[in-house]
C-alpha cells in the first residue's frame, strides 16, 4: 500500500519502480462525519488563529443543497426501471439544465446499470471504441485506477468518460438523459455522483463540448458576459413546466432553490439536505507496526469485539515484512498484509461467552492517530491503571471555567501543518470522549498558537547537490568546500538540506540554558527566523552578566545586600516585572528576555546587589535558564525548588514615572532633550523646552510650539 506521495509522475512506484493501480478494500472508518456540525460550530469557543479555523471550514465544508433521484434504464425512451440514482447538488435550482449524468467509475451502480450491448442509437464518440457496453467500463475502469484523485480532479486535463449504455430520467422534464463514467467525480465525495449541468459549471460544460451534449442556460448571465459557463448570481431562465405545476422562471437564486427543494419532496423526487466535504476517517493500515484492532471474525464473517480481559493485543514477532507484488491487470488481487502470514497468531481458538470455537483475527493495523489524537490527556495522569485518566484530575486542568467554556489545555503551541490532520482528528476524539462521560471538555485544546520556522543557510555544489553546511568556509564573501566554491541559498532547516544545527553541540559548548535563551530571544515566536551559531555568544554573555550579579566570580562568594535598592533601581525591577509577566501572557519571550538584559545590565553599575531585586530577577529568569536559575536560587540560600516560589508581582505605585523626558524638535529635527516632573503643566514644559535648545535657536524668535503630553515638544522657527 502506497500514499499519493510515494507514487512518481508515471504512475508507479518510487522505490523498486512498480506499477501501480487501485483496488476497493473492506477496511475501519472512524464516523467522523457525524460530529461535523459540532466540529464546524464549537470552532468560535476556540481561541485560535483565523486561518487556522477557515482551514478547518473549509475541510469541513458544509454544503446546503438538496439530493435528487433520478430514475434510470437502459434505453432512451422507457423508464420504468427501479433503481435510481440520488446526487445532491448545492444548485437544484438548475435541475432544468441537466443534459447528462456521469458516476464515479467506482459507483456501486454502474455494474447494474451496464447492458449487455450498447442501446440502438448510441453514438460512436460515447463508446470508446468498445464492442460492448461492459467492455468499455472495465477498460475505462482499469486506467482510472492508475490516477490519483488530484489528478482525476485536475482542471487542465482533457476529459474523458465513458457511456454505461443507461438513461435517467430528468425528474422535472420527464425526458432522457445519458449516464457516463468520469474519473473526474470521484466515489468518496456526495454520492459518488452528478447531475452535469454544462451551462453552470465549467469542467460539465468541457465534458459536454468533447461529447456533444445538449447545453442548456438556466440561469441569466449578467449583462456583458461572453464566456462558457456562467456561475454567478442571477434569474432563473429556461426552468418552466407547467404541466408538472413548477415553474421557477424570473425567480432569484435563493427563492429558486427553496421552491425546487418544496417540489422535489413533494412530489417525491428528492429532499433538502446538507452535505460535507469532510470524509468518514479512514482508521485502517496495511502495515505491522500499530497497534491491532481487538476484533476477531467468526466463521461466518462476523466481526466480534474482544472482551476486556483478554486485551490489550500484543503484535507478534514478524520475520518478514517483504510486500507482496501483483500484476495491475489481476482484477482479483488484494494486498496481503504482514500480520497475515502469522498464521498462528490470525488463527486463535477463544472461549468468547459461548465455549471454546475458531476465530481469525483482524489484520489491519490502526494509523498512528490512535495515540497522537488523545496522548495530552494522559500527561494529566499517567500513572493510573484503571483509567487513561482520573474524572478529577481532568476535570482540574481541563475541565471548562465557566458556563460555555470548551475547556481543553491552556496552549497548544504547533505548525499550520497539522490544521486538517491531528488537530481536526483530535477535536473529533476528544468530542467522542466527551460524549461518552470521561471528560468535562467538549474542545481538547482552549488556545492554539503557531509557531514559525527555524531557517539557515543551505549551499549546493555545481551539480546542484546540497553539502553539508557545516564544513562550508566563507572567504572575501564566497563560500567554499575544499577548494570547490559552493552556492549559498536561504530557507528552512532540513535533513534534505544538510543544513540542520542539532542541540547537542551548543549545549556542550555553552549550555542548555544558553541554548535555550538564545533560541527564545530569536524574535517573535510566531515568526520564521534564521538561525545564527555564532550570535549565541550575546545569550552566553548575558547569563555570565547575571551570575556576576549574584555570586563573585573571583572568591565564589555571595554579592548581594540585605540593604534596600535605591530609588531608581527599584523602579526598574517593578518596570520589568509589569513588562515581563505582560510578555509572558502574549507569549513574546523575546521581548521578555530583553526587559531580563536590561535589568541585569542596570545591576552592572552597583557593588553590590539588593536582595529584593536578586530574587525576582532570578525567579524572572528561571522559564527561560532553569538550570542557572535553580543554582542561583540555591545559593541565594533556599533550600526548596524555585518553582515553589510565587512569580513578582509588580508594585503598581512603583510604575508611575516620577520625571518625564521630551525630546524637542525645531522644524522637525531634534535638537535636545529636557526632563521634567511627570504631573508638569504645559506651560512649563514649553518653558523647559525652549531653554533647552535656546543655542539652537540661536534667537530666532518660535512661531509656534507644539506640546504633545508625555511625548515630545515640537518648535516651528
Request: glycine share 8%; proline share 6%; charged share 25%.
Amino acid at each position: 500500500m502506497l500514499a499519493n506521495e510515494e507514487v512518481t509522475a508515471d504512475g508507479r512506484s518510487d522505490r523498486g519502480n512498480f506499477p501501480v493501480f487501485k483496488r476497493s478494500l473492506k477496511q475501519w472508518m472512524m464516523r467522523i462525519t457525524a460530529y461535523g456540525d459540532r466540529l464546524l460550530d464549537d470552532l468560535d469557543s476556540l481561541d485560535w488563529p483565523e486561518p487556522i479555523k477557515l482551514m478547518q471550514r473549509n475541510w469541513i465544508g458544509r454544503s446546503q443543497g438538496a439530493h435528487i433521484d433520478f430514475a434510470t434504464s437502459t434505453s432512451d425512451s422507457g423508464f420504468a426501471g427501479e433503481a435510481r440514482i440520488s446526487v445532491f447538488t448545492t444548485r437544484p435550482d438548475t435541475v432544468f439544465g441537466a443534459t447528462y449524468l456521469v458516476l464515479a467509475p467506482e459507483h456501486e451502480l454502474v455494474d447494474a446499470l451496464v447492458p449487455d450491448a450498447w442501446p440502438a442509437g448510441t453514438r460512436d464518440a460515447w463508446t470508446g471504441g468498445h464492442a460492448s457496453p461492459r467492455a468499455a467500463v472495465e477498460a475505462y475502469r482499469k486506467a482510472a485506477g492508475s490516477k490519483t484523485d488530484v489528478e482525476r480532479q485536475a482542471d487542465t486535463k482533457e476529459k474523458t468518460g465513458v457511456f454505461v449504455g443507461a438513461y435517467a430520467t430528468n425528474p422535472v422534464t420527464g425526458g432522457p438523459i445519458p449516464i457516463f463514467v468520469a474519473d473526474y467525480v470521484l466515489a468518496g465525495y456526495g454520492t459518488g455522483a452528478i447531475m452535469a449541468v454544462p451551462a453552470q459549471d465549467e469542467r460539465d460544460w468541457a465534458f459536454a463540448e468533447v461529447f456533444d451534449l445538449p447545453i442548456v442556460r438556466t440561469v441569466q448571465p449578467s449583462e456583458g458576459f461572453d464566456g462558457k459557463a456562467y456561475t454567478g448570481e442571477g434569474p432563473a431562465i429556461n426552468s418552466a413546466a407547467p404541466d408538472r405545476g413548477l415553474d421557477l422562471n424570473g425567480l432569484a437564486v435563493a427563492d429558486a432553490k427553496a421552491r425546487i427543494i418544496e417540489w422535489l419532496e413533494a412530489n417525491g423526487q428528492g429532499r433538502g439536505a446538507v452535505t460535507y466535504r469532510l470524509r468518514d476517517w479512514l482508521f485502517s493500515r496495511q502495515r505491522y507496526w500499530g497497534e491491532p484492532f481487538p476484533i476477531v471474525y467468526d466463521e461466518a464473517g462476523n466481526a466480534i469485539a474482544l472482551p476486556e480481559e483478554m486485551l490489550p493485543v500484543e503484535l507478534p514477532e514478524v520475520d518478514d515484512f517483504s510486500p507482496k507484488t501483483f500484476e495491475p491487470d489481476d482484477a482479483g488481487s488484494n494486498p496481503e498484509t504482514p500480520l497475515s502470514r502469522r498464521r498462528d497468531w490470525v488463527e486463535v481458538e477463544l472461549d468468547l461467552g459461548d465455549g471454546p470455537k475458531r476465530y481469525t483475527r483482524e489484520t489491519n493495523v490502526m494509523p498512528q492517530w490512535a495515540g497522537s489524537c488523545w496522548y495530552e490527556l494522559r500527561y494529566l495522569d499517567p500513572t493510573n491503571r484503571d483509567r487513561f485518566v482520573g474524572v478529577e484530575n481532568e476535570r482540574y486542568w481541563m475541565g471548562p471555567r465557566g458556563e460555555g467554556d470548551c475547556g481543553g489545555t491552556d496552549l497548544y503551541v504547533g505548525g499550520a501543518e497539522h490544521a486538517v490532520l491531528h488537530l481536526l482528528y483530535a477535536r473529533f476524539w476528544h468530542k467522542v470522549l466527551f460524549d461518552l462521560g470521561h471528560v468535562s471538555s467538549f474542545e481538547p485544546f482552549r488556545k492554539l498558537f503557531n509557531q514559525g520556522m527555524i531557517q539557515a543557510y543551505a549551499y549546493t555544489d555545481s551539480r546542484g547537490s546540497y553539502v553539508q553546511a557545516e564544513e562550508v568556509i566563507e572567504q572575501d564573501g564566497r563560500w567554499f568546500l575544499g577548494d570547490a566554491e559552493v552556492r549559498r541559498e536561504y530557507g528552512k532547516m532540513g535533513k534534505s538540506l544538510k543544513n540542520v544545527v542539532t542541540p547537542d553541540d551548543m549545549c556542550a559548548a555553552y549550555g542548555a540554558d544558553t541554548f535555550r535563551v538564545y533560541e527564545m530571544s530569536m524574535g517573535p515566536l510566531e515568526v520564521s527566523r534564521p538561525w545564527e551559531t555564532r550570535a549565541v555568544v550575546g545569550s552566553y554573555r548575558f547569563l555570565q552578566r547575571v551570575w556576576r550579579a549574584v555570586v563573585d566570580e573571583q572568591t565564589g562568594e555571595l554579592r548581594v545586600t540585605d540593604a534596600p535598592a535605591d530609588e531608581a533601581t527599584r523602579r526598574l525591577l517593578h518596570k520589568v516585572v509589569d513588562g515581563v509577566r505582560g510578555d509572558m501572557e502574549g507569549i513574546r519571550f523575546n521581548t521578555a528576555i530583553a526587559k531580563l538584559i536590561e535589568l541585569t545590565n542596570g545591576l552592572t553599575r552597583l557593588s553590590e546587589t539588593p536582595r529584593e531585586v536578586a530574587e525576582p530577577l532570578v525567579l524572572m529568569l528561571a522559564p527561560f535558564a532553569p538550570h542557572v536559575a535553580e543554582e542561583l536560587w540555591r545559593r541565594l540560600g533556599h533550600e526548596a525548588s524555585l518553582a515553589y516560589a510565587d512569580f513578582p508581582v509588580a508594585d503598581p505605585a512603583l510604575l508611575v514615572a516620577e520625571t518625564v523626558t521630551y525630546p524637542v524638535q525645531i522644524n522637525g529635527k531634534v535638537r535636545g532633550r529636557v526632563e521634567v516632573p511627570a504631573d508638569a503643566d504645559e506651560e512649563t514644559v514649553r518653558a523647559a523646552a525652549l531653554e533647552a535648545v535656546a543655542g539652537a535657536l540661536a534667537g530666532k524668535e518660535p512661531r509656534k510650539v507644539i506640546v504633545i503630553r508625555g511625548r515630545m515638544v515640537s518648535v516651528v522657527a
